[in-house]
Nanobody
């Protein structure tokens, strides 16, 4: 079994920054892609950013130039650096990873961390 634990959410003023972390633990042989999604009240969950095992990234248009996704493979950890935050970035943020135990791969999700952007 694999667990993903997110941290780093909180309340921040517009224009501020936050750094989210997602640490994986458990029966891990390798981690493939990683991603961050978010879900605002009354809205569907949407992709924010993702990064492949080789480091290729892509972002939602709404966060391009403001958010940066990265990963530390040695620590089995992913990050989402969020700058120039806007009220519309307010949501619960979830990380996901494709994890292999050496025999098969499956996707895992974190429990979510609240990000609130408000003055």
């Amino acid at each position: 079994q694999v667990q993903l634990v997110e941290s780093g959410g909180g309340l921040v003023q517009p224009g501020g920054s936050l750094r989210l972390s997602c640490a994986a633990s458990g029966n891990i042989f390798s981690i493939n892609g990683m991603g961050w999604y978010r879900q605002a009240p009354g809205k569907e969950r949407e992709l924010v950013a993702r990064i492949t095992s080789g480091g290729t990234t892509n972002y939602a248009d709404s966060v391009k130039g403001r958010f940066t996704i990265s990963r530390d493979n040695a620590k089995n950890t992913g990050y989402l650096q969020m700058n120039s935050l806007k009220p519309e970035d307010t949501a619960v943020y979830y990380c996901t990873m494709g994890v292999s135990n050496g025999f098969r791969s499956r996707d895992y999700w974190g429990q979510g961390t609240q990000v609130t952007v408000s003055s």
